[in-house]
């Protein structure tokens, strides 16, 4: 493999702030980021990709690759959930097993803005609909977590006690998957004319705060190193095992349908990575019987960082051969 | 003075609509909420340090004696599905145009 | 009626995330922006428009017409709250009529920003000074509350208590007016060249700062709507009508001394909005017999996006029809 | 452990000043001072969301028995003109260093 | 509802660490932790106005009564050296799936 | 003496602001910029200034001349708290002398970046391994000031029960040494290319940032003013007299290796300025029988305006005298 992609990835800021957060933490300063700071740079986060999307979306419109690979998108976020069910069932009762599958089965938007970013210095382009299919693969992980709990946890003849209008509710109106499709539709609306007018606050400061916001995450995710200990080897070989797996079917999914190499990596990108914010959210709610550190501290300080340190230069990689 | 009841409920911060929803159906519409409290309880713990994910709010309601059955009625099996405390002590209220006792 | 003003008004950035902000509460998301972050921004604007307007002010001197437009500005929002309160007699008490005139007779800053952004993506010039008259128009309608209070809300020989130097601290030193005036003397003292080094802090992403406030706001209004069923049909027309008339006064007087057409439209605002930042903290510590959510409500869920949406390209048309 | 009373003050913001000045003179210099509570009460109710507006404070100071008195008859007449409301109750104190009852 | 003991420490942020590590090793793993209070007490008194840089954090913890004395030993030479004040006082618990008394 | 430097600094937005704050508190306004917003600045300002010094450095490289700063800043933040202490013992007590006496042997990084600002206007260069030597100041005091205490306080055979440990990790791993030190390391890392992709965040509106923050400054120096009363009248003399001295030292010690000119006032500074955030958080640690309102009033309200007023004009103002 072509280490020099792993090594110039790593010696970008956003990556290096991420270990000085973990750094901080492993040797005890008391370096820290006092909420809401972490909450003002993620809404900013939503609001300027999904508006940059929405504004190239304007440009570009909707074609048929437009639509399949939204539907395509749809399609591995319900399923990704299935098959880990059953793996993790190995493992876990039913109630940890579908929070957990849940939540790999939905996505990581700063793991996708990493990606986008990493594209964006070796100068790979790629389109503004894949925004859409970030936002569009939030939700359907949740209603397939429940749906599993509701088949597979309650014995037969005892009642579910699904609220499925909260389920539903939470599951598309949740704040993230909320702005973030808002967002997009007004870049959609407001187009080149609304783009050019934010550029400054959207585009020139974006990287600025996604570097910030990587200092918070490396942060929050050294603090959670020590729940992994609790977890078991199981959960943690799980957490690098199975977004090495989503990515493999994410990246032959995209070289069928002959996906350009940006959309492709960040279709895989999203595949692999894992919801470590609206998908626990949702989980807690209402799989309130799962462990949630269970999925948050998987999620969070082991597929996360492997994601964005090892995993994206890895995945262009694999695409780099199979699209030669 | 009059002899009220202080009732002080711990919960993650979601569970806050339900709690608010649940405490105006037993007649206690006036509370404070501290929001963004950290805790470490049964279901997760902080560690020495303190984490935002998992956030709490703290609720507390000055009642009338008689409103407690109905407040821990309602409240009870929120807490035991979705987890959080709750308690209940004594407290005087001093008498100002809108107290407790004189509603 | 010009609709294309509307609509391309309409199709704004920061006009569109206010409705964002509004569905989300409409359709009950969870989308939130803690406090302090609205705190942020709000000192944010406020010292970026006050800061450029006194760089501008240095430019341009003060003339004649500076004088009189200020004088006009400061008569206005002395005299507005005490027709306002005659009318508001007719349902409220003196108390909730005294506060809710002094609302109408003072400004929203916010409301003033969005329409000099409107101004600029029309090409339309404005002067600096304006600045000046958005902080002189604040205080006056606090004070001829406090009197109209003194005057009719007490029975003969009833003690008013009102606590003078309280009063005018609040109305002429809360922290709006002076971080505005503040912003605006060290824009005139620094000129063109703070101008300069400021640039890409007080210029640059001041519209996405206000695109992502405005958000905010719809979410703030949006949570006040509920209070309008309560506050009745009389206090909703008012937010409509008064401020409808108190454009056409503030255009006829705009339109008499001949002001340039941008500094029109940015008077007519001032004349039209109402505050709900400012006077309501005020009335709260100087009135507390008025009801704050009667005050709140109508200016900020009402008066506000019915002039962000309607007002401004509204009182626009009409100048261009006067000014022809 | 003494045994003291707590004293627990909830208001509008913008009385926190008021309030400060009224326990001191009262003889109650200590106390803690939450921000940015919110509530609802009387004269705003929140329903199920919180809003921002309408902010309060959240005074909590613990004295002596004895100073309870004068402390109510300073802040009584504040929170009846503004809003907010006033509770007294018992609690032990653990003597330290500058525990209130050593004063 | 179980009588059981409400133990409320203000201190310095910085201590915060060392005060969560000494409940623990009495035996109480469970608390809450309100961050970023402003106070005025013995060492630093803040005025009228709030001041940032002598921040507190308030901790709240429930625990059995016969944990109280446990809690005492291990947080008063800490409070002694560092600052700070600590309270106990009684409160009665709902029982609720994960409640002080059930462990 | 050049006193049109000091009013060409004291009509810079930075200081105007600074101003503004103050004015604020003396007026009794309600200004209140809230928690965590200064943290979110100051957070920032550490960001940002350490990792535009890395970048720097990396171009420079490390020449003789670098390393010699670097020793001399580290050895001048050694002596000052040795000499200090002993003026100090003349009124006060062993702990509290050792406490203030740590607060001026180490730095206050805004003054350092008011006085970085001051350059940059003045278009006279510095070096960016000024930064480093910035980092390196913090923690020398720190250790200066518990070794005096344990010296001097403790009568014989009495033990002194100082946790190394704790007091080692405070001083070099503290938040803002930790921050500072990470984000330079980082700056040389990315290197130029790191630089230009975060220049819009780091470089651009920092300025504006820089301007907000002493916004707040001003504000709380200001609150801390009533405290000066009880210290009395020896410690503000000594707030005003120690860092001129210092200043004056520092400045020989420029001359004498023939330092370029703005980095001879950049370490100017460094001596002259009182830390008021890092070290007394170390000292209410460590030496908590110290007062912390003399620390931290002191440095604060004295000597950070005094500072960044009257210090910085006329430091440059004697180097532009030394150096010619
Ligand atoms: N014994 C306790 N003392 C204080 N706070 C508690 C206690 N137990 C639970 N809490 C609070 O309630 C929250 C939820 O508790 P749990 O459901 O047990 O995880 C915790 O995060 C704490 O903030
Ligand atoms: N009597 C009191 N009532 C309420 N809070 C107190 C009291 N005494 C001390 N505190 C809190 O404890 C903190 C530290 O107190 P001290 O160590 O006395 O400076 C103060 O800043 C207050 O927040
Ligand atoms: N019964 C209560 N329980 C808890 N907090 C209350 C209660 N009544 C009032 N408050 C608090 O005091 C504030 C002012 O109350 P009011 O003056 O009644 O609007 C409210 O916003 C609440 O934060
Ligand atoms: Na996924
Ligand atoms: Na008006
Ligand atoms: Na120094």
């Known amino acids: 493999m072509d280490l020099s992609l792993v090594i110039s990835n790593f010696l970008n800021p956003p990556i290096l702030f991420f270990f000085l957060g973990v750094t901080s933490v ?28 929405g504004v190239e979306l304007a440009k570009s419109g909707v074609s048929q690759a437009v639509i399949l690979t939204l539907v395509l998108a749809i399609m591995m976020s319900a399923l990704v959930p299935v098959y880990t069910f059953f793996i993790l069932r190995l493992k876990f009762d039913p109630f940890n097993s579908a929070a957990i599958a849940a939540t790999y089965g939905s996505i990581s938007a700063v793991t996708f803005i990493t990606a986008s970013s990493f594209l964006s210095a070796l100068k790979i382009p790629f389109d503004g609909y894949m925004v859409a299919a970030l936002a569009l693969m939030e939700s359907p992980a949740i209603i397939v977590g429940l749906i599993l709990v509701n088949l597979f946890a309650y014995k ?36 080149e004319h609304g783009g050019q007018v934010l550029k400054p606050f959207t585009t020139d400061i974006f990287y600025g705060v996604l570097t910030f916001f990587l200092l918070d995450m490396g942060l929050v995710a050294a603090r959670r190193i020590k729940d992994l200990q609790k977890t078991g080897a199981f959960l943690i070989a799980f957490a690098i095992l199975i977004p090495l797996l989503n990515a493999a079917i994410g ?43 269970l999925y948050i501290s998987s999620a969070l300080a082991v597929t996360f960082p492997f994601n964005i340190l090892i995993g994206i230069p890895l995945y262009q990689y694999g695409i780099s051969l199979l699209w030669r | 003075m ?33 929001r963004h409290v950290s805790g470490s309880g ?49 407290v005087m209220e001093v008498q100002t145009m809108n107290c407790v006792a004189s509603k």
């Open chain 1, 26 to 53: 492993l040797v005890k300063s008391d370096l820290e980021i006092p909420a809401p700071i972490p909450k003002l740079f993620s809404l900013y986060l939503l609001l300027a990709i999904g508006f940059k999307g």
């Open chain 1, 156 to 191: 037969k003849g005892e009642s579910s006690e699904t609220n499925w209008p909260e389920v539903l509710q939470e599951a598309f109106l949740n704040s993230s998957v909320f702005l973030l499709v808002g967002s997009l539709l007004i870049g959609i609306l407001t187009g």
């Open chain 1, 251 to 293: 990246l032959l999914i995209a070289r069928s349908i002959n996906m350009p190499q940006g959309n492709a990596l960040l279709f895989t990108v999203l595949c692999a990575s894992a919801s470590y914010i609206a998908v626990p959210a949702a989980m807690r709610m209402t799989v309130p019987e799962a462990n949630p550190s």
């Open chain 2, 2 to 34: 009059n002899p009220i009841k202080r009732i002080e409920i711990f919960s993650d911060s979601f569970e806050l609509g339900k709690i608010l929803t649940g405490l105006k159906k037993a007649g206690v519409t006036n509370c404070t909420v501290i």
């Open chain 2, 42 to 90: 049964v279901r997760g713990s902080m560690g020495d340090d303190i984490d935002m994910l998992l956030e709490n709010d703290y609720v507390i309601a000055f009642c009338l004696p008689e409103q407690v059955e109905a407040v821990v009625k309602i409240i009870r099996p929120i807490l035991n599905k979705f987890g959080g405390s709750c308690y209940v002590s004594d």
